[in-house]
């Protein structure tokens, strides 16, 4: 679907002083009210975190919505295809590279990771590698608002997915290092790749690290009642989620079960 129809009290248009949200209108299951696509900038010059998928109405709201203000880079938290399907289209519209931890997502000469600061309008962005959702997610701290974009690594409502190409013992390491980082930047906001903004970021990382835990522990007696297969474990464990998001637990659990057995 490519309407623009955005319900009342989404995310869309949430923001802090120099980031602004256009919400893309791809919602479900897994990506909540659908992907938040970031514009961060001061005077002309703006950056666009996540294009969102490659929806040509949802490309054209953000670029209408930039006005006179020129997008420097398109960066990307991650490349799964929600946050990137529409990033090479929308780089063609405002002629901007695509910077991105995996090589297959740039578009130019520059690639991003751990450590760089990217730096627009007299703004900087500071870059965290954070695997663990996918291999290959990055967040982005905003010292000027003192506010992260988390990506997928962290969501604004409900606890994210360990897909295919991530890994717990990734993710649990890089909720750690994200909650330190909180911690000493005083950091006052996280802005994730879907939901609401949250205003209590070592609140929410807690809660997220504490959940990760639980749902450890909830796996270890699960298999203590003789459950095996990953699905006969989500049947148990997941017993008050949604059935539509049994698949997606179903990969979780095999990522907590790599996690468990590993060495
Ligand atoms: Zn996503």
């Not at 992907?35 to 900038?41: A, L």
């Not at 962290?154 to 897909?163: F, H, K, Q």
């Not at 699960?222 to 095996?228: F, H, K, L, M, V």
């Amino acid at each position: 679907m490519s309407g623009l129809h955005i319900p009342i009290g989404t995310p869309d248009g949430s923001r802090t002083e120099h980031a602004e949200n256009l919400l893309a209108p791809n919602p479900s299951a897994m990506t909540l009210d659908g992907t938040n696509t970031w514009v961060i900038g001061a005077g002309d010059e703006v950056i666009v975190v996540d294009p969102g998928p490659d929806d040509q109405a949802h490309l054209s709201r953000v670029r209408d919505r930039l006005g006179e203000r020129r997008v420097t880079t398109i960066l990307l938290t991650h490349g799964h295809f929600d946050h990137s399907g529409g990033a090479r289209r929308f780089a063609r519209m405002v002629d901007a590279p695509v910077r991105a931890l995996d090589p297959r997502h740039r578009l130019g000469d520059e690639g991003l990771g751990d450590g760089d600061v990217v730096t627009v309008g007299g703004l900087e962005i500071h870059v965290y590698g954070t695997p663990g959702h996918s291999f290959d997610s990055l967040c982005f701290w905003l010292p000027a608002d003192r506010a992260m974009l988390t990506g997928d690594t962290v969501l604004g409502r409900g606890t994210t997915i360990i897909a295919r190409d991530g890994g717990l013992a990734d993710y649990l390491r890089s909720l750690d290092r994200l909650r330190a980082a909180a911690e000493s930047l005083d950091a006052q906001a996280l802005l994730p790749g879907h939901g609401p903004v949250l205003p209590d970021p070592i609140g929410a990382l807690d809660g997220y690290i504490a959940h990760r835990r639980e749902r450890l522990d909830q796996i270890r007696a699960a298999r203590a009642q003789g459950a095996r297969t990953p699905r006969e474990i989500v049947k148990i464990v997941y017993a008050d989620v949604d059935r539509s998001l049994w698949p997606a637990a179903e990969m979780s659990v095999v990522a907590q079960l790599d996690y468990l057995d590993s060495p």
